[in-house]
């Protein structure tokens, strides 16, 4: 359990001054960033308050069918009502991150308020914008977190299909149900706690982990067969897919979620990295088994972060020179040379 004499005196007094509370959560949301706003969001409802629910950006496909999804706002589709929502709240809690430029386009509008701000995280290297900073990186996930707080407000467990199947989501996603990531025995008994009060999980795993179109196994196919790169001296495999390549698969957003993690299952690679052409930038994520510290990497080189076995970073540049400038990086950074 994280130490509540730490901050539960200052988040409820906090929270008792607050009736207008707004939560939001990072650019590009995965399964903990969401499931942690909709399960705070139905708990502070739960005690009378007016919440509402903002995404910097669109949400990936796999979490679209939660229940409360429906009730949170994309920034980029409706700024002028979102800037609205931000100056007329009370409260901002910002969840499943620590840094202000993972607020995308809601940065300015959300920073530039006086209002109070909590941090509900677990990534490394917070920032020090926020009044009251619940951080714990070594939880398995900031859903972890908000269910053991909700705990804690609640003098026991808080319990609604709602809630529960939000933590759920959280946990599962970011742990990769359970093949990576900071999970302990306070998390499987966290999970048994939800079991107990009736969430399906079959049904929550299938619409997590088995609910893609076909375009994106053939696209999962076409990285692995065409586009994986081994550098054996490294230990190391990368996959690159460019713009042309995603657009001819029919990509989705959400679509490569998992990728990274493939190459990882064989024996002699420890790290391995995805990098997707977008736009205006390129992007890196990063994962690694064992000892390498894929958020150091990440951090030294491209400006990122994240956890020790999973973190990203972006590039901005040619396709072609991320790339070089990766392996270029890969070898300072472990001595290898491949």
């Known amino acids: 359990m994280l130490a509540p004499d730490k901050y539960k005196k200052e988040l409820i007094h906090l929270l008792g001054q607050a009736h ?71 409260l901002i809690i910002m969840l499943d991150f620590n840094q202000a430029n993972r607020l995308g386009e809601a940065e300015e509008s959300v920073m530039k308020t006086g209002i109070p701000k909590i941090i509900i995280d677990h990534h490394l290297d917070s920032g020090s914008f926020q009044n009251l900073l619940i951080s714990d990186p070594l939880k398995c996930s900031t859903s972890e977190i908000v269910y053991e707080i909700v705990s804690l407000i609640n003098d026991g467990i808080y319990h609604t299909e709602r809630f529960s199947e939000a933590i759920y989501v959280g946990i599962i996603t970011d742990t990769g149900n359970f093949e990576h990531g900071n999970f302990t025995g306070t998390t499987f008994r966290i999970m048994a706690e939800l ?42 495999a990368y996959m690159v897919l460019t713009k042309e390549e995603l657009d001819m698969y029919g990509y989705n957003k959400g679509d490569t979620e998992g990728f990274v993690n493939m190459p990882l299952s064989l024996k002699e690679i420890d790290f391995s990295t995805l990098i997707i052409e977008k736009k205006n930038y390129v992007k890196f994520s990063f994962r690694s088994k064992g000892e390498f510290p894929v958020n150091s990497f990440a951090q030294k080189f491209f400006g990122g972060g994240g956890h020790y076995n999973a973190a990203g970073g972006d590039y901005y540049d040619s396709l072609e020179n991320a790339v070089n400038y990766f392996i270029k990086s890969l070898k300072k950074f472990r001595g290898c040379d491949e």
């Open 195 to 236: 079991l107990d009060r009736g969430i399906d999980r079959d049904k929550i795993f299938n619409k997590v982990f088995n609910n893609f179109e076909e375009s994106r196994l053939r696209l999962m196919g076409y990285a692995l067969y065409r586009k994986m790169v081994i550098l054996p001296d490294c230990k190391a």
């Open 20 to 90: 207008n509370i707004l939560l939001i959560c990072h650019v590009n949301p995965d399964g903990d960033a969401v499931g942690s706003m909709i399960a705070l969001g139905d708990f502070l409802q739960s005690r009378g308050k007016q919440v509402k629910m903002i995404s910097p950006n669109n949400l990936q496909e796999f979490i679209k069918w939660m229940n409360g999804v429906n009730e949170i706002l994309i920034y980029t589709r409706q700024k002028k009502h979102c800037d609205e929502i931000i100056s007329n709240s009370d």
